[in-house]
T-cell receptor, first 111, second 116 residues
Framework: KQEVTQIPAALSVPEGENLVLNCSFTDSAIYNLQWFRQDPGKGLTSLLLIQSSQREQTSGRLNASLDKSSGRSTLYIAASQPGDSATYLCAGPNTGNQFYFGTGTSLTVIP | DTEVTQTPKHLVMGMTNKKSLKCEQHMGHRAMYWYKQKAKKPPELMFVYSYEKLSINESVPSRFSPECPNSSLLNLHLHALQPEDSALYLC???????????????FGEGSWLTVV
């Protein structure tokens, strides 16, 4: 079973700051890695999907990287905004359809 | 349309009740999932259906009974639940069958379940 860990568990930054969220996984045989955002009381919104053959994906102010050999992925958020405040989760399947989620990082961007 | 629709949004049920959660997608996805999420915890996988057949059951108690009547619908039948089963139940789908290589997984907004 894939074990996924996210550091830090919580992060508070002033508006405009660049920040990095970390995701570590134990099984490097992942097919892809996906980053999600979850607002309080809501479902999950997919942000970025990185294929196992890729090293980076970018969408707007978001950039995600994947290093399978070290079992790590990072989500970089540029010029953070209060609207970015949410919980960020990473998830990756290794076999079959089992997407296992990380423990999440709760982000607060202070205006 | 990248939408997964879940109903009801909120459900309160007694421990002797029988109720169902419903999930629908029209993206042509052939893998559908149920996840359970407790407060401040990540979602935990419960069931996976691939091409309308149950492919993964993560040792979920039998008081939860999934059903996939067709490729667009997924139900979760609930019976004799316990208060500790109160949680957010998330449905998701992805293209493809057993192996979801390279496929984005899409989630619904979830159904909040309270067992009293």
């Amino acid at each position: 079973k894939q074990e996924v860990t996210q550091i830090p568990a919580a992060l508070s930054v002033p508006e405009g700051e660049n920040l990095v969220l970390n995701c570590s996984f134990t099984d490097s045989a992942i097919y892809n890695l996906q980053w999600f955002r979850q607002d309080p009381g809501k479902g999950l919104t997919s942000l970025l999907l990185i294929q196992s053959s890729q090293r980076e994906q970018t969408s707007g102010r978001l950039n995600a990287s994947l290093d399978k050999s070290s079992g790590r992925s990072t989500l970089y958020i540029a010029a953070s905004q209060p609207g970015d405040s949410a919980t960020y989760l990473c998830a990756g399947p290794n076999t079959g359809n089992q997407f296992y989620f990380g423990t999440g990082t709760s982000l607060t961007v202070i205006p | 349309d990248t939408e997964v629709t879940q109903t009801p949004k909120h459900l309160v049920m007694g421990m002797t009740n029988k109720k169902s959660l419903k999930c629908e997608q029209h993206m042509g996805h052939r893998a559908m999932y149920w996840y359970k999420q407790k407060a401040k915890k990540p979602p935990e996988l419960m069931f996976v259906y691939s091409y309308e057949k149950l492919s993964i059951n993560e040792s979920v108690p039998s008081r939860f009974s999934p059903e996939c009547p067709n490729s667009s619908l997924l139900n979760l039948h609930l019976h004799a639940l316990q208060p500790e089963d109160s949680a957010l139940y998330l449905c998701a789908s992805s293209r493809g069958g057993v192996v979801t290589r390279g496929n984005t997984i899409y989630f619904g907004e979830g159904s909040w379940l309270t067992v009293v």
